[in-house]
């Protein structure tokens, strides 16, 4: 099974930031996780709705089809990942039109949680933490999205996951 | 339905139903359609294990934090699993039965076979099971994993 140590030697910042383990690796992707969807990975070619979102040619620049899904999720484009109260923010990785990651903000303790690749789930607390990673081809995060959330949302999962502090 | 390589039909994995009738039952010999290059490979079984093995093992590890297959498809392990041709498929459905890096896998049966067993399934759960039901029902094994001798 895939280490915490595996996933460290492919994310050479993340060692050195503040981070936590929230699961055991899983065949959901980052984007899944944002709504907490354990079941899908959320790719073009393995789990779209292309009769809503068209499917991107492949090799070509898909970033705009997956801001059209988390739009079609109810999320809106922002300015930035700065923290307000009752808004919910999601970071995209990308780097020349090509999507990578998505990450997702935890407001009450105001970190950043992402599904690593097949990897697990882990909070961190900046964006940084996963850049330079040789696969991400030098992706940054290029877009913030945001939507409302409930004020009793429940983030525990997130915090601390299912594995025991 | 697209027949270029590095260009799958659409939802490969996961076509929809009609898109995949005309396909899903066609036979599948593992390497009688293969590319002359892939036909001398498929003619020594223990060097293609060999070679799927070395791209495989380095497939596995450096994909673990990737979110979209589709950012592999230049890495050359990937390229060096399509290179093998339909040689390979045995090998990849025995790497979905371990477990691990199943997108990949999928993935790349998606794109060596151009058929759709998974169709309308849901999870990389039930498209294993959907490539592996593939696997006993209409896969001739010529090499491999799987290949029996008379």
């Keep these: 099974m895939t280490s915490i140590g595996d996933v460290l ?47 991107p040619p492949l090799d070509e ?72 990673a040789p696969l991400f081809e030098g992706a940054v995060v290029t877009n913030f999205m945001q939507r409302e959330y409930e004020p009793d949302d429940d983030f525990a999962l997130e915090i601390d996951g299912l594995i025991p502090a | 339905m697209s027949s270029a390589v590095l260009a799958p039909p659409l939802g490969a994995l996961w076509l929809d139903e009609e898109e995949a009738e005309d396909s899903y039952f066609e036979p599948f010999v593992a390497s009688s359609e293969a590319d002359s290059a892939s036909d001398e490979a498929a003619s020594e079984p223990l060097l293609v294990q060999q070679e799927f093995d070395f791209w495989a093992e380095e497939l596995a590890a450096e994909s673990i934090v990737v979110s979209s297959t589709r950012r592999l498809r230049s890495h050359p392990a990937f390229v060096g699993i399509l ?65 029996t001798t008379p």
């Design chain 1, 9 to 55: 030697a492919f994310l050479p910042r993340l060692g050195e930031a503040p981070h936590k383990v929230t699961s055991q690796p899983a065949d959901y992707n980052c984007v899944g996780w944002v709504n907490r969807d354990f079941k899908h990975w959320w790719e073009p070619e393995i789990h779209w709705p292309a009769a809503t979102i068209p499917v």
């Design chain 1, 61 to 132: 620049p898909d970033l705009d089809s997956y801001v059209a899904l988390f739009e079609s999720w109810g999320f809106v484009l922002c300015d930035d990942g700065s923290f307000e109260e009752g808004l919910l923010k999601i970071a995209i990785y990308s780097r020349d039109g090509f999507f990578h990651h998505v990450a997702k903000q935890v407001p009450p303790i105001r970190w950043w949680s992402s599904k690593i690749g097949r990897a697990h789930d882990l909070r961190h607390e900046t964006l940084d933490a996963l850049y330079d």
């Design chain 2, 83 to 147: 290179a093998l041709g339909k040689p390979a498929v045995p090998y990849l459905l025995e790497r979905l039965r371990t477990g691990e890096g199943r997108p990949v896998w999928l993935s790349l049966l998606g794109l060596l076979t151009e058929l759709p067993p998974a169709a309308g399934a849901e999870t990389i759960e039930d498209a294993t099971k959907a490539w592996l039901r593939w696997e006993k029902t209409e896969l001739v094994p010529a090499s491999g994993p799987g290949a």
